[in-house]
């Protein structure tokens, strides 16, 4: 259903806030500046057990003005949205840019910032795919259907308790800059969960299955049968965790494993996405989130994983949660190679970090996730490419004598450099001469990157592909959130390093 | 409107009320920021903004209903449709779990009417050139320095239909300095909580950061294993900030949690340590002062929009190493016959002891000094098993002196465990929690020796 721009979002005096802010940032001398001014409704819908446990409906407003002055970097935002208050925001961002300049001095540095050109996109608008804006829907539909599902789950035996939330974003932006460059843009994103807790009261053992349906750069239609089969992902999962509660211990060791969709999109998140990062790797996130083993000088060269490895940035994929038509600089949408048959060959940019590193065109990463926030280099739909002629996820499972096949995730972690990882998951299944015998419990695969997609054996087929992702990617400082996607199919893994988390935890 | 003082804003989004209740919160925000990296800076900021909540209240047949509705920049022509849109949702929603009457009683702010307290980059007026001189002397010295300094002012105004007219300033300043070698192959971090910046000194941390990056020219290799640890104040704060926020307590009544007691119940009462420890929050607490009542914008598992304006008294969570308290709402507090104990706005650790760091690295034989945590995250929720790095320094301490670092690891541990095998506990000190720095500031904590800390495996991350 082909929607349009919201029309009291175009009500806004979007180019009129825009050319006062602008017209005071070249007076003052900057040499670039762009405004922003974005609406940004956020709502969470939750239940337990059932019942209505809060909920929320928040609608952020306001605009932002970044200007390049002297070479450095200035910023402000503001909330009131008149001629006087956007030339005064312009004002602020370039005295904060001679703020800048004067530490800068102070610390004898000469650097300069200087971004990279872009060709001039005049009067665009993007919407993104979606058949039904959530926000159209009246909240007591919501309520009921999560109420259904919570009581589907409830009423099945060995249910304690049923937790439920949808989370929903409509985002609205515009961008105007010096260069001649006018986006006007929206989007829609939605992320149903329902989670199944099961307790022996007895021997006070507790455990939980979650839905494993993947946060959605889609509509209100996600919940109504278009891109996921709720009815029988909720009637699986009383049964499986029944037998997740009566599976046994895993025993720690080295198993080969096929890694479902589910869990995989997670750990290229961790291990790729943000490994990828250009400005991490330069060691502009250093002091926070780290940097990156995938350093500068190893593009071209680094092997990153087996010669099946293929993986791609993309923010033009269909119903992705990073994609967007235009950044947040002003570049147009583009997907390219990052990992080409195993070797590093391209990183996530802006336009800043495109030009300082001599890499020509920004590919469009840039994000701000609210108008108080400056953009930063921020992460496309990373995702791994199937082969085309490549295996079932049963016939992968088929090709394992014994190993364990993990699905949806759960806990992750990964060091500053995106070395060292652990991650957990919903569901364990052991593999026994290729055939599943029943969950395992306590599992956790702990791996180096490099190691763990070196020993990637075998990519499964288009047929096994899914857009996995999250709603809540953090970076930077001040702190941002972000959205994104990653496709990835199943995929078989030899020899990997399997924790047995009991005992970890010295049980 | 938008120059209107937010204690009018609060009166008359209430006067337009035609719910059954309604709870109005103001907050007035603003903020100033300088991030740099190889010293130099790299962004900067300053920001001011203002939402409105109003949380309407419809009672029904079968309960009562509550609707909660956020704006920002709210001006003239958006109060009615917000006031409206929070009622609507409130009769969408259905009977909430958690209503109960709106508070009463609390006494009004005298501040109430008074504009809003603001920040700006003025805060930076004489951090500003001491990090430029800090940047200076890292560059002669052949460090790079990376970091960020944040400062934030939010003035909250709560106004209820059952008369409640309150009000806090919170202030909320950080800064985190990390210390590199040119090659990165040395890293180190230090990090203070500020309400002001009038107490930070960026040189100061500097020169403390170069002593650190000397230790780490000694390098040594030690595999995996359980090692004697020395965890510093930050890095106790990051753990114990992850068992608060998991100290609900219905979910550890409903049997989900590392707090429920076999067979029903919770383990309120059961001893988690040997050692003397107090775990306690406290509005009032020097240096860490939050807001002395309830502000909840939305309802969640620790938090109930109807309670809005409830006193937060200062607490014990564990008394003399007993746990004491989990965190309650009215709600929860009546489902599990527990005390009421509202979350909290500060963290405070107390283990009687009076040693620094320096002289508990002084009395260890053998034993690993750590510098901070990172990238926590749940495993397993029954035994509270949190996962995670090492970051920015671990030091090989032999005989009283640290004698070179040692490489990262990956841990596996519980902080609910390592309450019961720590054998020391230091000087109680103020501290900024490393990984949850941008979320809790406000945290004082003692240095806690583990004789047995799981190092699951080596990262070769810096």
Redesign the interface.
């Known amino acids: 259903m082909p929607h349009s721009i919201d029309a009291a979002f175009t009500a806004l005096p979007l180019r009129a806030l825009a050319d006062a802010a602008l017209a005071r940032a070249r007076a003052l001398g900057a040499e670039h500046a762009d405004f922003r001014l974005e609406r940004i409704r956020s709502a969470s819908w939750r239940l337990r057990d059932a019942k209505p446990s809060g909920g929320s409906d928040s609608t952020d407003l306001g605009f932002a003005v970044r200007v390049v002055h002297g070479g450095s970097w200035g910023f402000a935002s503001g909330v009131d949205l008149t001629m006087d208050a956007a030339a005064k925001v312009a004002s602020q961002a370039v005295a904060m840019a001679k703020l800048s300049a004067q530490v800068i001095r102070a610390a004898g540095s000469d650097e300069r910032v200087e971004l990279a050109d872009e060709p001039v996109h005049a009067d665009k608008t993007w919407i993104s795919a979606y058949d039904v804006d959530p926000f159209g829907v009246p909240d007591s539909e919501k309520a009921a259907l999560l109420a259904d599902w919570s009581a589907r789950l409830l009423a099945a035996e060995g249910v304690a308790h049923v937790d439920a939330s949808l989370l929903a974003v409509h985002e609205n932006k515009f961008y105007a800059d010096t260069s001649g460059t006018s986006t006007t843009q929206q989007r829609v994103r939605v992320h149903p969960q329902l989670t199944a807790v099961a307790v022996d009261a007895t021997t006070g053992e507790f455990d939980s299955m979650r839905t494993i349906a993947p946060p959605a750069g889609r509509g209100w239609e996600y919940l109504t049968g278009t891109g996921w089969d709720w009815g029988a992902e909720l009637e699986r999962i009383p049964g499986l965790l029944a037998e997740k509660m009566r599976a046994p211990s895993v025993e720690a060791g080295r198993y080969d494993l096929v890694v479902d969709p589910s869990n995989l999109w997670l750990t290229i998140h961790e291990s790729i996405g943000h490994a990828t990062e250009l400005d991490r790797a330069l060691g502009y996130e250093a002091a926070y989130a780290g940097t990156s083993f995938a350093t500068f000088d190893q593009l071209g060269a680094l092997k990153y994983g087996s010669s099946i490895m293929n993986v791609t940035g993309d923010r033009t994929a269909e119903h992705g949660l990073a994609t967007i038509g235009y950044d947040d600089e002003g570049v147009a949408a583009q997907s390219w190679d990052l990992v080409k048959d195993g070797t590093l060959v391209g990183y996530q940019l802006d336009r800043r970090i495109a030009k300082l590193t001599g890499l020509g065109r920004s590919n469009g990463c840039a994000y701000a996730d609210s108008p108080g926030h400056v953009p930063v280099q921020r992460m496309a739909n990373v995702s791994l490419r199937p082969d085309p002629g490549g295996l079932s996820t049963e016939d992968l499972i088929g090709g394992v004598e014994r190993g364990i096949y993990v699905v949806g995730d759960r806990s992750w972690s990964i060091d500053m450099q995106r070395y060292n990882f652990q991650f957990t998951g919903q569901r364990f299944f052991r593999i026994e001469n290729g055939r599943l015998a029943g969950q395992l419990r306590d599992v956790a695969y702990q791996a180096t990157t490099t190691d763990f997609w070196g020993s990637m054996e075998k990519v499964g087929g288009p047929q096994t592909y899914v857009l996995g992702g999250a709603f809540n990617c953090g970076k930077a400082q001040p702190g941002q959130v972000a959205s994104v996607s990653h496709g990835c199919p199943s995929a078989l893994f030899r020899d990997v390093n399997i924790l047995n988390t009991t005992q970890e935890a010295g049980r | 409107m938008?120059r209107t003082k937010p204690h009018e804003i609060v009166e008359r989004a209430l006067e337009l009320s035609t719910a059954d209740g309604c709870v109005v919160i103001a907050d007035e925000e603003s903020?100033a920021?300088?991030?740099?990296?190889?010293?130099?800076?790299?962004?900067?900021?300053?920001?001011?903004?203002?939402?409105l909540t109003v949380i309407a209240t419809v009672d029904g047949g079968e309960g009562t209903?509550s609707?909660?509705?956020?704006?920002?920049?709210v001006?003239a022509a958006d109060l009615e449709p917000l006031v409206r849109?929070a009622e609507?949702?409130a009769?969408?929603?259905?009977?909430?779990?958690?209503a109960q009457p709106l508070v009463t009683g609390t006494p009004a702010s005298p501040d109430f009417a008074d504009g809003p307290a603001e920040t700006s980059?003025a805060v930076?007026a004489d951090f500003?050139?001491a990090?430029?001189?800090a940047?200076?002397r890292a560059?002669a010295g052949g460090r790079?320095l990376?970091?960020?300094a944040?400062h934030q002012l939010v003035s909250t105004y709560v106004g209820t239909s059952t008369g409640l007219r309150l009000r806090h300033d919170q202030p909320n300043g950080t800064l985190?300095?990390?210390a590199?070698s040119p090659d990165?192959q040395r890293s180190a971090?230090a990090g203070r909580a500020t309400r002001d910046f009038k107490d930070v000194d960026p040189t100061v941390l500097d020169a403390e950061l170069a002593v650190r990056l000397g230790w780490a020219e000694r390098r040594i290799e030690l595999p995996a294993g359980r090692y004697e640890t020395l965890l510093p104040p930050t890095a106790v704060a990051d753990l114990l900030i992850y068992q608060m926020w998991s100290a609900a307590a219905r979910d550890a009544a409903?049997?989900?949690t590392v707090f429920?007691?076999?067979?029903?119940g919770t383990r309120v009462g059961d001893r988690l340590s040997p050692l003397p420890l107090t775990l306690r929050s406290d509005p009032d607490a020097p240096g860490l002062e939050s807001a002395p009542f309830v502000i909840a914008?939305?309802?969640?598992d620790d938090a109930s929009?109807f309670d809005n304006g409830l006193p937060v008294p200062a607490t014990e969570w564990i008394a003399n190493g007993e746990l004491a308290r989990l965190t309650t709402t009215r709600h929860s507090a009546a489902l599990t016959g527990l005390p009421l104990s509202p979350a909290f706005g500060n963290l405070i650790l107390d283990g009687g002891g009076d040693r620094s760091l320096e002289e508990m690295v002084a009395g260890t034989e053998r034993g690993l000094l750590l510098t901070c945590l990172?990238?926590?995250?749940?495993?397993?929720?029954?035994?509270l098993?949190l996962?995670?790095?090492t970051?920015d320094g671990v030091y090989l301490v032999e005989d009283g002196q640290v004698v070179g670092e040692v490489n990262?690891f990956?841990f596996?541990?519980?902080p609910v465990?390592l309450l019961s095998r720590a054998t020391e506990a230091g000087r109680t000190e103020r501290t900024l929690p490393r990984e949850w720095g941008?979320w809790f500031t406000r945290a004082a904590m003692p240095a806690l020796r583990v004789p047995d800390f799981?190092m699951?495996?080596?990262?070769?991350?810096?």
């Open positions: 938008s903020s920021n300088l991030r740099w990296a190889g010293n130099a800076l790299t962004t900067n900021g300053v920001t001011r903004g203002r939402t209903a609707g909660v509705v956020t704006r920002s920049a001006t849109a609507a949702a009769r969408g929603a259905g009977p909430a779990e958690d980059s930076f500003a050139p990090l430029g001189e940047f200076a560059r790079e990376y970091g960020f944040h985190e300095l990390n590199k990165r971090w409903e049997g989900r429920s007691r076999p067979g029903g914008h939305s309802s969640g929009v990172w990238y926590i995250r749940e495993v397993d929720p029954a035994t098993l996962t995670g790095l970051r990262n990956r596996n541990e519980s465990d941008d799981n699951s495996s080596v990262s070769k991350g810096v």
